[in-house]
């Protein structure tokens, strides 16, 4: 089964500095792997996506992610936070399932970003 | 249209009532899910639509009831719901069940209190 764990439920930064979410995954087969972003009281927008076509990826607003298979790891980073990075960060992973794509979701990041 | 609308935005119903939520999407998506959000939990799949017909149920109670009448469309009708079902429900779709590998699109939520 597969499955993502969320290192940190609450992470402060202050407005400029690195931001750094961690997100490792447990998978039997390659994983897709994904970032979405939260906002109070909206849905999720996707941030970005691995599909395997090449480990370093780009999404929106600045935000990257690096797929490291030996550490099992696909942490969310961006250079410089703005304060309009202040909300919740989901991980994800999608796994084949019979025929179906089970995607299950990490228990999320709050970021915070100090003035 | 790259959008997932929901409808209503905010819904409060007492126990005996009935309701349903709507979900509409024009992207030509053929894999339409419902997922259930508690507050600062991740999402929790409820129900997966291929090709306008139930593909999953992840053990839902009978009081929610999905329905896809055509491509572009998703409900979730409500009945004898009980307050422990407040929660945020959100919409998402993909451009078929292979697709949730490619992330998903999500509508804005329906916030649901029950009283």
């Known amino acids: 089964a597969q499955s993502v764990t969320q290192l940190g439920s609450h992470v402060s930064v202050s407005e400029g500095a690195l931001v750094l979410l961690r997100c490792n995954y447990s998978s039997s087969v390659p994983p897709y792997l994904f970032w979405y972003v939260q906002y109070p009281n909206q849905g999720l927008q996707l941030l970005l996506k691995?599909?395997?076509?090449?480990?370093l990826v780009k999404g929106i607003n600045g935000f990257e992610a690096e797929f490291k298979k030996s550490e099992t790891s696909f942490h969310l980073t961006k250079p410089s936070a703005h304060m309009s990075d202040a909300a919740e960060y989901f991980c994800a992973v999608s796994v084949d399932s019979g025929g179906y794509q089970k995607v299950t979701f990490g228990i999320g990041t709050k970021l915070q970003v100090i003035p | 249209d790259t959008e997932v609308t929901q409808t209503p935005k905010h819904l409060v119903m007492g126990m005996t009532n009935k309701k349903s939520l709507k979900c509409e999407q024009h992207m030509g998506h053929r894999a339409m899910y419902w997922y259930k959000q508690k507050a600062k939990k991740p999402p929790e799949l409820m129900f997966v639509y291929s090709y306008e017909k139930l593909s999953i149920n992840e053990s839902v109670p009978s009081r929610f009831s999905p329905e896809c009448p055509n491509s572009s469309l998703l409900n979730l009708h409500l009945h004898a719901l009980q307050p422990e079902d407040s929660a945020l429900y959100l919409c998402?779709?993909?451009?078929?069940?292979?697709?949730?590998?490619?992330?998903?699109?999500f509508g804005s939520g329906t916030r649901l209190t029950v009283v």
């Open positions: 691995y599909t395997s076509a090449a480990t």
């Open positions: 998402a779709s993909s451009q078929d069940r292979s697709g949730a590998n490619y992330g998903y699109t």
